[in-house]
Nanobody, 117 residues
Framework: EVQLVESGGGLVQTGGSLRLSCAAA????????IGWFRQAPGKEREGVSC???????TYADSVKGRFTISSDHAKSTVYLQMNSLKPEDTAVYYC???????????WGQGTQVTVSS
């Protein structure tokens, strides 16, 4: 059974940093890409970053240069390091498997990130 559990969110001031963790179980990191998403109040869920099985990474333009995605196979965990945070980064953050062509289906509770002015 696939399980993805997000943690590490919190309340920070503008310019601060947070490191989110996505603990995974039930699948092989060698077989799937994993993406980070976020959803702000009243907004649609949007893609933030993705890391593929070979380690390639992509970022939304809005976070490029500030966020870094990484993975630790030994710990079955994917991370999202967030620096220079802005109020517009405030959202619930989720991680999920890329099950193309089915899509992202294993949505969990996410972790809340709040950036104050």
């Amino acid at each position: 059974e696939v399980q993805l559990v997000e943690s590490g969110g919190g309340l920070v001031q503008t310019g601060g940093s947070l490191r989110l963790s996505c603990a995974a179980a039930g699948f092989s990191f060698d077989d799937y890409a994993i993406g980070w998403f976020r959803q702000a109040p009243g907004k649609e869920r949007e893609g933030v970053s993705c890391i593929t099985s070979d380690g390639s990474t992509t970022y939304a333009d809005s976070v490029k240069g500030r966020f870094t995605i990484s993975s630790d196979h030994a710990k079955s965990t994917v991370y999202l390091q967030m620096n220079s945070l802005k109020p517009e980064d405030t959202a619930v953050y989720y991680c999920n498997l890329d099950l193309t062509p089915i899509g992202y289906v294993y949505w969990g509770q996410g972790t809340q990130v709040t950036v104050s002015s």
